[in-house]
């Protein structure tokens, strides 16, 4: 019932653009397997062998601890109308962050969102369709603004304290990389 491609086919790329939900897989070679589910418009298809999506501010970051130390990723996406698929993206995670000289480029792809913090590329290795029969059937009722009000009532620089205290390390304890630009203005040794 299942089947492997090396890309992204353009029926693949349509089935994508209509999923309002993804979920994204990462773990570490030692410790805890993560998942993280994602929608708020944040995915973007760049070509038949890359997808993107805009990260942004959580209340944990294993995904780039996970692709910092590894680069494993997996992108998930599920039909939850009559017609069932199951879509899995495997490969390689890249970060890019706002510091970045090719952040502009990246960024362009995407709608500016309160609380951004970075966009992680996938570059896809293999590419695995499933049935999709277990999943349940749901109607989409539309996005949460709760993620989008809370970043905007911390501001810049609420979010960049934010990010030092809580999405400094993951949950076994690796770098997420994400410290480093609030720490340019804070003092780490305080923490």
């Known amino acids: 019932m299942s089947k492997r491609f090396d890309r992204l086919d353009p029926k693949l790329r349509e089935f994508i ?31 038949d062998r890359t997808v993107a999506y805009l990260d942004l501010t959580g209340s944990g970051a294993e995904t780039s601890a996970h692709v910092l130390e590894n680069g494993r990723l997996t992108l998930m996406f599920m039909s939850f109308d009559a017609q069932p698929l199951i879509l899995r993206l495997y490969g390689r995670g890249e970060i890019i962050r706002p510091d970045n000289p090719n952040w502009p480029e990246w960024h362009e792809h995407f709608e500016t969102i309160p609380g951004e913090r970075q966009i992680i590329l ?8 499933s049935c999709g029969f277990g999943v349940p059937m749901y109607d989409y009722r539309g996005e949460r603004e709760t993620l989008r009000e809370w970043a905007q009532k911390k501001g810049d620089e609420g979010l960049r304290e934010y990010r030092l205290h809580k999405n400094r390390v993951s949950l076994d304890g690796l770098d997420t990389g994400l410290a480093e630009e609030a720490e340019e203005t804070e003092d780490p040794g305080r923490l």
């Open 122 to 129: 996938l570059h896809i290795e293999m590419v695995q369709t």
């Open 17 to 47: 653009r209509k999923q309002a939900l993804f979920i994204v897989a990462s773990a570490p070679h030692q410790g805890r397997v993560n998942t993280s589910p994602k929608g708020m418009n944040t995915l973007r298809i760049i070509d």
